[in-house]
């Protein structure tokens, strides 16, 4: 066993790089808050992979919301490189609200980050963006809460995808 798979279940994000034709998605499990004022993302990045040029080019990225129904477009940016693979997605591409790379229409949540730090850790590079944006569905935070039932997508393992119970446990008070 690989010591980072004791870390899974872990939830699946997007993330969107470049502009234009240039555009680029990829799928990441290794994206977390690690701030709240000023609200900053971090994300880790291989540097073998084209998201990373575009995110070090641009200094921007953003980081889009997956559902269940998006689960064959994730497996597509996930085990595919380069931009050429999105003409076998159905992503619908928007104009983000403050940044120049574009949100995904149809992802459940988008948030724009502007690339605040970057470190090399090991065999990766942690980007952190300070959020300067973002646009989500209704349907999927009513009342500033999660509705699980639009099943967001979690990494189970390699080739396995879950999403969250529709039951919410609460610790006794």
Same mark, same amino acid.
């Not at 597509?76 to 076998?88: A, C, D, F, N, Q």
């Given at each position: 066993?690989k010591?980072?798979?004791?870390?899974?279940?872990?939830?699946?994000?997007?993330? /969107?790089?470049?502009?234009?034709?240039?555009?680029?998605v990829?799928?990441a499990?290794?994206?977390?808050?690690?701030?709240?004022?000023?609200?900053?993302?971090?994300?880790?990045?291989?540097? &073998?992979?084209?998201?990373?040029?575009?995110?070090?080019?641009?200094?921007?990225?953003?980081?889009? /919301?997956? %559902?269940?129904?998006m689960?064959?477009?994730?497996?597509?940016?996930?085990?595919?490189?380069?931009?050429?693979?999105?003409? &076998?997605? %159905?992503?619908?591409?928007?104009?983000? +609200?403050?940044?120049?790379?574009? %949100?995904?229409?149809?992802?459940? !949540?988008n948030? &724009?980050?502007?690339? /605040?730090?970057?470190?090399?850790?090991?065999?990766?590079?942690? =980007?952190?963006?300070?959020?300067?944006?973002? %646009?989500?569905?209704?349907?999927?935070?009513? #009342?500033?809460?999660?509705?699980?039932e639009? +099943? =967001?997508? !979690?990494?189970?393992?390699?080739?396995?995808? /879950?999403?969250? #119970?529709?039951?919410?446990?609460?610790?006794?008070?």
């Amino acid at each position: 066993m690989k010591p980072y798979r004791l870390f899974y279940p872990m939830r699946t994000y997007l993330i /969107v790089s470049g502009r234009r034709e240039e555009t680029n998605v990829m799928a990441a499990d290794w994206v977390t808050v690690v701030s709240f004022r000023p609200l900053m993302v971090g994300v880790a990045i291989s540097p &073998e992979r084209y998201t990373w040029g575009l995110v070090k080019k641009y200094g921007e990225f953003v980081v889009s /919301v997956p %559902s269940l129904d998006m689960l064959d477009d994730v497996w597509i940016v996930g085990t595919r490189h380069g931009p050429e693979k999105l003409k &076998e997605t %159905s992503f619908e591409f928007v104009p983000s +609200k403050v940044i120049e790379t574009p %949100s995904i229409g149809n992802a459940l !949540a988008n948030v &724009e980050c502007r690339v /605040v730090d970057e470190r090399a850790y090991g065999d990766h590079t942690w =980007f952190v963006g300070e959020v300067v944006g973002s %646009s989500y569905s209704r349907e999927a935070f009513p #009342d500033d809460v999660s509705n699980l039932e639009v +099943k =967001f997508l !979690a990494h189970a393992s390699w080739s396995d995808f /879950v999403t969250f #119970d529709e039951r919410v446990y609460r610790p006794r008070r």
